[in-house]
């Protein structure tokens, strides 16, 4: 059986939020979790351009997508990605916390979007051709090739071919600031 919650320190079994709690204890939802130990399975077999609703069909019950994707439970938080300028925001729903579901819904959304040309142009010389690859990959699987080639660049070209959710990693840019992992 898994773990509730994937710490950063020792499980704080405190039920309501804390202003500003201390860095030591946070803790990330076990389904959120990175691993980074080489060989290591993701908790959750999720791919970033599908719906979240797939996991409710096929590795998630109703209850857990509504559990609080941190403890203590925060009202909001903010997910980043090195190739991208603005971090994805997520916000809590009618329960006054983030859950399990707003952090997947707000990936989801957040890679439908067209990509600005602010972040298309601070990309690393070394990543614009996996980008472009991207791009023109997701384009050709369409439907409609020409509708995607109009509407351009999209975020989620700018994780390249790397779609597979890994998890989620803290930062010292604060205890709402997440770093997105993929593979």
Not at 81 to 105: E, K, R
Not at 131 to 153: F, H, K, P, T
Request: aromatic share 12%; hydrophobic share 35%; with cysteine.
């Amino acid at each position: 059986m898994y773990p509730i919650f994937h710490p950063r320190s020792p499980l704080n079994r405190k039920r309501s939020p804390l202003p500003n709690p201390p860095l030591e204890e946070m803790n990330i939802h076990c389904f959120l979790a990175f691993n980074p130990l080489k060989g290591s399975h993701p908790p959750l077999d999720y791919d970033v351009t599908r719906p979240p609703t797939f996991l409710l069909k096929s590795q998630l019950t109703l209850p857990e997508f509504h559990e609080a994707a941190t403890e203590p439970p925060l009202a909001s938080l903010y997910i980043t990605y090195p190739t991208l300028t603005t971090p994805i925001s997520v916000f809590a729903g009618d329960v006054g916390y983030v859950t399990l579901s707003d952090v997947f819904h707000a990936v989801y959304h957040a890679f439908l979007l067209p990509t600005t040309a602010e972040e298309y142009g601070s990309l690393p010389r070394g990543l614009i051709g996996d980008v472009n690859a991207a791009y023109y990959e997701r384009c050709e699987r369409s439907a409609d090739v020409e509708a995607q080639l109009q509407w351009g660049i999209k975020r989620i070209d700018m994780l390249g071919r790397r779609h597979r959710f890994l998890g989620l990693s803290g930062t010292f840019h604060g205890l709402d600031v997440w770093q997105l992992n993929v593979d």
